[in-house]
């Protein structure tokens, strides 16, 4: 009886309706038929997502899922504009707790981290494109309440140069503490803390960046976290030699739009990590890239997942169906002619054919999946860009089905 408790306390909590989806989108689905390529051929509705709304009033393109109060629960953190601000919403009931206000605007990315390394999330975010411009949020725990948003600390770990576009926290050098990985429309940089609180900028000179995208994984499997830009791969040499920029080897991939979404993930479950991209502002095929017979130093070899995707702002992977095998999530923006939620079945397991699921037709920027009733099974949390709400959860009812 557990899950229908969560489910009426979502309702209750939250003081609105639940929106069942009834997956009435033929000429969608239409519409991805001629849209083609891998994931073309056909449409299914393989699983039964709830759509909640979580806050009607807000919006914002920073979109994160963390424990924030230590419960063992996800919360939810949105940030946005100077109207919509820094808030974090508690688990179950998501009552909101406004952290901070933007000097311009919290934008385009944020990431949930243990900044400070004394057991909680903290909020690392960017605030529009003046000096000191990349913060961090101390979470006042573990003395004090994150549902009191006044003692939530604001830090400043340096200038991005620019809007900050993207955030991807880890400890690139290996001592220990946290560093903060970002990138402007013209650089890519890594924020390493030197002590803690301290932060040494190091730019890198990596050629053709695009305008925006940026992701972090183990490209080569040894251990170390990489960094992937646009239409390449950058190889961390470890320890100290992290810190040089220079010291970092930059691969080619192969093509991706300058405006990019790019995840590491092992979606084929061959036990090597891939790469996909698809594009954030513009219309780009999702391409999942796999190593080829040189290692990831060599060519890499293109799988077209879907073709012609326009304004692909949110990228992510995870077992939506729970068949065991890693499938897709591509959402796109409300700007996008058709502003389609999609979820890309990994129909054969190893990513070789690809079925689609529309979710929704409500546009989504930055979605984040994770399992957020705690029932097993991936959820969608997200929003249109800021200005744009409501904050809403796809809340997956595969659990329901049996
Ligand atoms: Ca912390
Ligand atoms: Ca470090
Ligand atoms: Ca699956
Ligand atoms: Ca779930």
């Given at each position: ?36 390529g891998g994931a073309g051929a056909g449409t299914v509705e393989a699983v039964p997502f709830e759509r909640v709304v979580v806050d009607d009033g807000m919006a914002g393109d920073v979109k994160l899922v963390g424990d924030i ?103 690139y050098d290996g001592d220990g503490r946290l560093d903060i990985a970002t990138r402007s429309h013209h650089a890519l940089m890594i924020f390493f803390q030197t002590a803690p609180g301290d932060w040494e900028r190091v730019e ?53 739009d300058a405006d990019f979404k790019a995840l590491v993930a092992d979606v084929d479950g061959d036990g090597r990590a891939e790469v996909i991209f698809a594009s954030s502002e513009n219309t780009a095929d999702v391409d999942r ?114």
């Amino acid at each position: 009886m557990t899950r229908p408790g969560i489910r009426l306390l979502l309702a209750i909590g939250l003081g609105l309706p639940v929106v069942a989806m009834a997956f009435a989108y033929p000429s969608l689905r239409d519409g991805l038929r001629g849209a083609g390529g891998g994931a073309g051929a056909g449409t299914v509705e393989a699983v039964p997502f709830e759509r909640v709304v979580v806050d009607d009033g807000m919006a914002g393109d920073v979109k994160l899922v963390g424990d924030i109060d230590g419960d063992g629960h996800k919360d939810l953190v949105v940030g946005g504009g100077s109207a919509e601000k820094l808030a974090w919403y508690r688990h179950p009931d998501w009552s909101r707790t406004t952290v901070a206000t933007p000097t311009v605007e919290f934008t385009t990315d944020g990431s949930i981290a243990d900044v400070d390394a004394d057991g909680d999330l903290d909020i690392v975010v960017p605030d529009g494109d003046g000096p000191d411009n990349l913060l961090w949020f101390e979470n006042p725990r573990p003395g004090g309440d994150p549902a009191d948003g006044a003692s939530w600390r604001r830090w400043v770990i340096g200038s991005v140069g620019g809007w900050g576009k993207d955030v991807h926290p880890a400890d690139y050098d290996g001592d220990g503490r946290l560093d903060i990985a970002t990138r402007s429309h013209h650089a890519l940089m890594i924020f390493f803390q030197t002590a803690p609180g301290d932060w040494e900028r190091v730019e890198f000179p990596h050629g053709d960046l695009g305008n925006e995208g940026l992701a972090h994984g183990d490209v080569d499997g040894d251990g170390l976290v990489d960094l992937v830009v646009r239409g390449a791969w950058i190889r961390n040499p470890g320890a100290a030699a992290a810190r040089d920029g220079g010291a970092w080897v930059r691969y080619p991939i192969g093509e991706a739009d300058a405006d990019f979404k790019a995840l590491v993930a092992d979606v084929d479950g061959d036990g090597r990590a891939e790469v996909i991209f698809a594009s954030s502002e513009n219309t780009a095929d999702v391409d999942r890239w796999t190593v080829g017979d040189e290692g990831p130093a060599g060519p890499w070899v293109k799988h077209t997942v879907m073709a012609g995707l326009e304004r692909g702002h949110t990228l992510q992977a995870g077992d939506m169906d729970l068949d065991g095998d890693t499938d897709l999530v591509v959402a796109q923006m409300h700007t996008a002619a058709t502003p389609r939620i999609l979820v890309l079945l990994n129909a054969d397991g190893r990513a070789g054919r690809w079925l689609v699921q529309v979710v929704g037709a409500e546009g989504l920027h930055n979605g984040v999946v994770a399992d957020m009733d705690e029932d097993g099974d991936l959820d969608i949390f997200g929003a249109n860009w800021t200005g744009h709400p409501p904050v809403r959860l796809w809340i997956n009812r595969l659990d329901e089905r049996t």
